[in-house]
Structure formats: structure tokens, C-alpha cells
């Protein structure tokens, strides 16, 4: 199947280079120096303190008129997606399909099922409609990868070591259909393991409350997630964000196996984590806050679900957000 990754940031060079390596027809399409790069010196990754492979890759750049993939992983950050939404589509074969990995929840929410909200727009991540208007939901497949990947250099990349690694995939309108099973196919050809499910906005939701725990407060406080659980205030603000997180959940009927107590565990021991947000300011990107934050605060709003210990941490991660994209630079601890 001839494919497309669609933003060459962590994820989508990783996944490029283990589709190249399983000899799948794929290319990638990036831009600017991070494309030069990337061509010149391919990807190359591995496990944190193991072997790392070297793997060339193909790339294309945005003046690239090549067309007609059966396939596009979109793996652009959520807000990114909007600028790029008409050349996305301008890719895509007749038929063919959008795989969307991005954190947190998608605009889309609420289209292709039945529910007291069904049709509506969320306006945090879709304000002016054009997501909506220029990607036809019927081409999407809802995704949620479990994968960290850490940049460490123009073209290099660590694989941090998890006890289980792999791909959600479903419909929006959580019906199966045979393209799940193609692109299960095609992912699992690396060796990476994917999940078929039935409800993709619940398997959303399942990583959703990670990152809206450890994200935040790692980006905001610029420290690993075992700092914020070996402080005796540490389990009080886990515990206030995912009870405001759980009780909006709730109320649209997803019932979640996680707790504050089973995320302060994995926490326990944890000074070497880097979540995505914190590697974003480090490096001077804008925060991805809109769809790992923002748009629970909304639904909250739409609920009528109060979300004060939420909507403190969205006004600390705007600031820190604001300052660094004004200073143009990067915001981390340096030592002496």
C-alpha cells in the first residue's frame, strides 16, 4: 500500500524509518532543515543505552505534486493540523484513508455517533470550522499510539524503555470495517503491536488521563514525574485533576480502568521521564495544551462540570507558553 507520513517530528520519523525497515512503500514529508537532515542522514534510533540503527529514508517536501496514497499517518500536533488540512486531502487516493495520531481529544468528537451532543463542534479545536469543513470524517481513523519516543538530536531518537508499547486504531463511528484490518497489517508488518477496538474515544480518553496528569505538571514544574509523587502535595493535585478528568468521563458514559492511586504508582521511582509538552517548551515549540487540556475544560463547560483545579493548570501552562514563544526560546532548569 503506497503510504504517507504526513509531520516529521518524533513520531512520524520513527514510524517512517520502521516502516522503510520492513520494506513498506512509505515516504515522509517534511520541511525545512528538519528535511535536509533527514535526507542526508536518515533516522536513527533505539532503545535508551541499546543498539542504535541508522535507517535512510525517503522524504518528499511540501512542493511535492506525488499524490494517491491509499494510506496518510497523520502525525502532525493538533494544532497543526488545520494549516495543512487541504494538502492532506489534495494526498489522499479516492477511497483512501487518514490514520490521525495526535494527543489528546480530536475535533471530531462528537460526529458518527448517536449522543445528546452528536453533531456538535468543539470549539477549542476546531474554531473557525475548517477541520470540519475540509476533512471528511467518513476518511478518518481514529488513532491513540502508546509509544514515547524522545528526540536527542537533529535526526536521533531513544526509545524509552515500557513494559508494552503499541497502536489503537478504530472508526468514528466505532463501526469495523475491513481498513482497520489492512492497516493493522501494515503497522504490525515492523513488529509494533496494534489494537483493533470498538470505542476509539474511550481508548482517547485512556491515554488523555496520563497526559493531562504528568504533561502539565512536568511541563509547568520542568521535572520528571517521581518529583511530583515523592512530594507530600503531590498526590493532592493528581487526585484533583483526575476527579475533575473522571466525573467528565462519566457523564459520557466512559468508564475508565485508571486512578490517581495507579498513576502516583507508576510515578513512584520515575526522575528520568521527559512527556512530550515538556520536550515541546524545551525545545521552544508551542504546547499541544488546546487538545490535552483546553478542550476538557470545555466539555466541562458544555457538562456543566466545574473544572477550577483544571482551568489553574491551563492558566500556568498558557503563561509559560506565552513567555517562551515571545522570547523565542526554550524554557528548562540549566544546571551550574
Request: aromatic share 6%.
Amino acid at each position: 500500500m503506497k503510504t504517507l507520513v504526513y509531520g516529521a517530528g518524533a513520531i512520524g520519523s520513527w514510524l517512517t524509518a520502521e516502516l522503510t525497515k520492513a520494506n513498506q512503500d512509505v515516504c515522509v514529508l517534511a520541511r525545512g532543515e528538519n528535511l535536509r537532515n533527514l535526507r542526508e542522514h536518515g533516522v536513527t534510533y533505539g532503545e535508551m543505552g541499546g543498539e542504535q540503527l541508522q535507517v535512510p529514508i525517503r522524504c518528499i517536501d511540501p512542493h511535492s505534486t506525488e499524490k494517491n496514497f491509499d494510506i496518510i499517518f497523520v502525525t502532525l500536533k493538533s494544532m497543526q493540523i488545520a494549516d495543512a488540512a487541504e494538502d492532506i486531502m489534495s494526498r489522499l487516493s479516492s477511497g483512501g484513508s487518514l490514520v490521525m495520531i495526535q494527543n489528546g481529544l480530536p475535533w471530531w468528537y462528537f460526529s458518527g455517533i448517536d449522543s445528546p451532543w452528536s453533531g456538535r463542534v468543539l470549539q477549542t479545536l476546531d474554531p473557525d470550522g475548517s477541520l470540519t469543513k475540509n476533512i471528511p470524517v467518513e476518511s478518518i481513523v481514529g488513532a491513540v499510539i502508546f509509544r514515547p519516543v524522545i528526540k536527542v538530536g537533529p535526526t536521533q531518537y531513544v526509545l524509552p524503555k515500557v513494559p508494552k508499547s503499541w497502536l489503537s486504531i478504530g472508526e468514528v463511528d466505532n463501526q469495523m470495517r475491513p481498513r482497520l484490518l489492512e492497516i493493522e497489517k501494515l503497522v504490525t508488518s515492523t513488529g509494533f503491536g496494534v489494537q483493533v477496538v470498538s470505542d476509539i474515544r474511550k481508548a482517547k480518553w485512556q491515554k488523555l488521563l496520563r497526559n493531562i496528569v504528568w504533561n502539565t505538571l512536568c511541563t509547568i514544574g520542568q521535572s520528571p514525574p517521581g518529583r511530583y509523587e515523592a512530594h507530600p502535595y503531590g498526590a493532592e493535585i493528581v487526585q484533583s485533576i483526575m476527579h475533575e478528568s473522571l466525573a467528565i468521563t462519566k457523564q459520557l458514559g466512559i468508564e475508565l480502568d485508571i486512578s490517581p492511586a495507579s498513576e502516583l504508582l507508576s510515578a513512584k521511582g520515575d526522575f528520568k521521564s521527559s512527556p512530550s509538552m515538556q520536550q515541546d517548551i524545551r525545545a521552544g515549540r508551542p504546547l499541544e495544551s488546546a487538545a490535552i487540556i483546553k478542550v476538557v475544560i470545555e466539555m466541562g463547560e458544555i457538562l456543566k462540570i466545574p473544572t477550577p483545579t483544571l482551568r489553574m493548570i491551563s492558566l500556568f501552562l498558557d503563561v509559560l507558553d506565552q513567555t517562551a514563544q515571545a522570547e523565542g526560546g526554550g524554557i528548562r532548569v540549566v544546571g551550574k
